[in-house]
């Protein structure tokens, strides 16, 4: 493992909120895959506890979290090198939380921006400042920090809006170290704009999302991939007319599928007159169907076998829940509490061993 150069442990918690659209690949998943490629250990977890909070039906949260698991594997995680597996599989998590609870102020939750949102939204709207905010929503960072201290993670790959939750992840293990003893690191976070550049339109010309209803999925057969291309906004310029390509949806989005070389011909050719938009649509299709086509077949078959992807995460919920129950334990002697059977104490520590 730490025969890599960065002998580093990274880690990323994904909530299952439905499929993939290809700005979550270029923006978030890509670089998170990259970053796991790099590192010497690096841990992918399905975020069940946290998707729990919004998601109350049970159908829908285990097919959700499957198909987070065939949507990493089918772009490549390796689940030899990144352990993948389900939160809700590791108990010493929860228990974690309980350990951090007695150290974290109250006050911090208050400040958290998920949970100010929800109440400035209700204030808004004339209701109850709580109305709907259930605890789980309320200590969701409490839950995140588990999460990231209980591996020892040095780097958290996040978008814009987690940086709260690393920051208060960083303040919680401050805590606990002060108050007890040095069991936690420090985490850092990384953020994705950082690795992946400029966000991608939608087929409207806004930002692609899902809740705009402009996305491109992931995982389309042909078909609907190339109604989707097709249906890309343009103006009226004939073919043989000069386009900026930096104010073409076509031409961006292409840019992140295509080769350098590719990218700078369709480039010349805007500019220069001649390229049209059929013709652009064409190739953009060609390259998302050489992108996608193949994880798209992988992530169906995981989908239709599903006993293929309980084998992965059951061994990956193994090798995390032995990192997990070496940090639980450390803590737990921390504060005055027996550590857990069969995990030794690292050596030195002077700390009683319980027996298995
Ligand atoms: P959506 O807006 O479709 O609901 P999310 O807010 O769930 O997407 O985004 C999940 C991650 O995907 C974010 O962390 C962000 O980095 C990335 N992402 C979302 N939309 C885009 C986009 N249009 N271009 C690049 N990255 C994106
Ligand atoms: N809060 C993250 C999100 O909404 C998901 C998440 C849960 C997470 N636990 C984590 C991300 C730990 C990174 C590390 O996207």
């Known amino acids: 493992m730490s025969a890599l150069p960065n002998a580093k442990t990274v880690l990323t918690g994904v909530k299952p909120t439905g499929a993939p659209h290809i700005g ?35 159908k829908i949260l285990r097919e959700d979290s499957y198909q987070v698991a065939a949507c990493w594997l089918a772009l490549g995680l390796n689940p030899e ?11 010493e998590i929860p228990e974690l939380v309980t350990l951090l609870c007695a150290v974290t102020p109250k006050g911090l939750m208050d400040r958290s921006h998920a949970y100010k949102a929800a109440v400035d939204k209700n204030k808004a709207e004339g209701r109850d400042a709580d109305a ?51 069991v936690f690191k420090l985490p850092n976070y990384q953020l994705e704009s950082g690795v992946a550049g400029a966000l991608l339109p939608g087929v409207d010309g806004r930002k692609m999302s899902k809740s705009y209803g402009n996305h491109i ?37 292409y840019s992140h599928f295509a ?38 077949k992988i992530y169906n078959d995981y989908m239709a076998n599903k006993k293929k992807l309980d084998d992965i995460l059951d061994a990956g919920a193994a090798r995390a829940r032995k990192i997990a129950r070496e940090t639980l334990s450390k803590a737990r002697e921390a504060v005055g509490l027996n550590g857990l059977p069969g995990v030794h104490a690292a050596a030195g520590e002077g700390q009683l061993q319980r027996k298995a």
């Open 24 to 58: 979550n690949y270029i923006g978030a998943i890509r670089p998170a895959l990259r970053l796991a490629a790099e590192h010497g250990r690096s841990y992918l977890f399905i975020a069940d506890y946290h998707a729990l909070n919004a998601v109350h039906d049970p």
């Open 81 to 91: 090198k990144t352990v993948l597996y389900r939160q809700s599989d590791i108990p």
């Open 132 to 182: 709907d905010v259930n605890m789980g929503l309320y200590t969701y960072p409490l839950l995140m920090a588990a999460d990231i201290l209980i591996a020892q993670t040095d780097i958290v790959p996040v978008g814009k809006d987690q940086v709260q939750h690393i920051e208060f992840t960083r303040d919680m293990a401050g805590y606990f170290n002060n108050t007890f003893k040095n």
């Open 217 to 253: 999925p992931v995982f389309i057969d042909s078909a609907a991939r190339r109604k989707l291309v097709m249906k890309i906004v343009t103006d009226s310029k004939r073919p043989e007319e000069a386009k900026n390509p930096d104010e073409n949806i076509i031409f961006q989005l």
């Open 259 to 296: 080769t350098p070389e590719e990218t700078m011909a369709m480039r010349e050719a805007f500019t220069k007159g001649g390229m049209g938009y059929g013709d652009a649509k064409q190739k953009l299709y060609d390259v998302l169907e050489r992108e996608f086509e193949g994880p798209t």
